[in-house]
């Protein structure tokens, strides 16, 4: 069996309600115990999730409410999944209680409010490997060499390994994360900047208009002349573009950037035809969409729909067990991929990982008035 060289049979103490533990976690570090492993270390815990996006997050405090510990792994180096890395400055209004927040707040509040489980985080990380190691275990392991080892895992890995559609110009990495941004993390860098932003969406659009009114200078390039965003915005644009607010270049296409050592001076666009112009940048944005993909986890043998997780939604369970996935990656009929849809699902998966970890002692249930916040 895969797996079986891991010499050391994780028990699962003192994790069962009303049991006597310490405080936090009992995470155990056996660095280089595993026959195979190159580097890195390996962890035991009651769960393993896998994604530190907003319902990761609330997660680990369902599991915590049910006294479970948790391994958080993520791939990025920050949590907060989708809010973080792409539209941390954008208000939220759906999310029960809050009639606005930004999501970066979101995602310090989930943080804050997990942190009383002491959770664990491998940051950086990508979970590559899922296999089972006999006893109802499972063990993970990381790009970084990480092993973790788990009797459950909840998978709240959401649209997969995101990454930006690139548009194909030479040379366009030297540019990266210096004049060319895919996401918008902090508008107030973009302040007296010239900036060009190419692509025909709702994104490209809000922040069109957005930066309007900070930048020196916003050019917007798309294909063609109708745009694929909503219509208020899109008449917000071409009110503006008639102000002489905004150049809309139209229908251009990105042919080639000038610059040096990552500092952009110009983009060059050119029409289908030929027409070719020079547009003095010290910015481009191109937001084409994103490209996603379910990466390792499409290897694991799950059942899949259309590239998401097919799940019981009574149970969170997906089609191995032990196995539970919450979020914008789950999909049974009716899913709707919204973050209160995936919070009330993390509330499912830790009632469900507790019933297969603690099978003896059947959960009690409590209001979260009755019981606190276990340890906190
Ligand atoms: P994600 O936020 O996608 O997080 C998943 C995490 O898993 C990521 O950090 C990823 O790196 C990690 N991951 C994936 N695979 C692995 C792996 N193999 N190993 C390690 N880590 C991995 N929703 C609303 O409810 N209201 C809104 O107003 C709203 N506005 C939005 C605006 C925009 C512009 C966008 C893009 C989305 C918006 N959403 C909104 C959707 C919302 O952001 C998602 O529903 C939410 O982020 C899903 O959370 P999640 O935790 O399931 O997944």
């Not at 366009?172 to 902090?186: A, G, L, W």
């Not at 060009?196 to 922040?207: E, F, N, P, Q, S």
Request: hydrophobic share 45%; charged share 20%.
């Amino acid at each position: 069996m895969p797996g079986s060289a891991v010499q050391v049979r994780p028990q699962l103490p003192n994790s069962a309600p009303g049991a006597s533990r310490g405080r936090g976690l009992y995470f155990v570090v056996f660095p280089g115990h595993v026959s195979g492993m190159a580097s890195g270390h390996m962890h035991q815990t009651d769960v393993v999730i896998v994604g530190a996006g907003p319902v990761g997050l609330f997660t680990v405090f369902e599991c915590g409410m049910v006294r479970l510990n948790c391994h958080v792994v993520d791939v990025l180096d920050d949590v907060g999944g989708q809010c973080t890395a792409l539209y941390p400055e954008k208000p939220i209004y759906d999310i029960p209680g809050f009639p606005r927040v930004e999501a970066a707040e979101l995602v310090v509040r989930l943080k804050a409010q997990a942190a009383a489980f002491k959770p664990v985080y491998h940051l950086g990380e990508q979970v590559q490997a899922l296999e089972a190691i006999g006893g109802g275990f499972w063990r993970l392991t990381t790009s970084k060499d990480t092993v973790l080892q788990a009797r459950a895992v909840i998978i709240a890995a959401g649209v997969g390994a995101f990454g930006p559609n690139r548009p194909p110009l030479a040379g366009i990495e030297t540019f990266e994360s210096k004049s060319v941004f895919y996401y918008v993390t902090q508008r107030e860098n973009f302040r007296g900047k010239r900036v060009v932003i190419a692509g025909g969406g709702d994104t490209a659009v809000d922040w069109a208009l957005s930066l309007a009114e900070i930048a020196a200078r916003v050019s917007v390039i798309h294909r063609r002349d109708r745009f694929r965003a909503a219509p208020e915005s899109e008449a917000q644009l071409k009110a503006l573009a008639k102000a002489g607010k905004i150049d809309l270049v139209v229908p251009y296409q990105l042919a080639s950037l000038d610059g040096a050592n990552g500092r952009l001076t110009a983009v060059n666009v050119a029409t289908l035809d030929g027409q070719e112009k020079k547009i003095a940048a010290d910015v481009l944005l191109p937001f084409f969409g994103l490209s996603m993909s379910l990466g390792p986890i499409a290897d694991w043998s799950l059942a899949l729909e259309r590239n998401q997780i097919v799940i019981d939604p009574s149970t969170a369970a997906t089609s191995k067990p032990g196995i539970f996935a919450v979020g914008d990656v789950v999909h049974y009929p009716g899913k709707l991929k919204l973050i209160l849809t995936g919070f009330a699902e993390a509330a499912i998966a830790a009632r469900s990982a507790y019933a297969l970890i603690h099978p003896e002692t059947p959960l009690h249930f409590e209001y979260s008035t009755t019981s606190g916040v276990p340890n906190a």
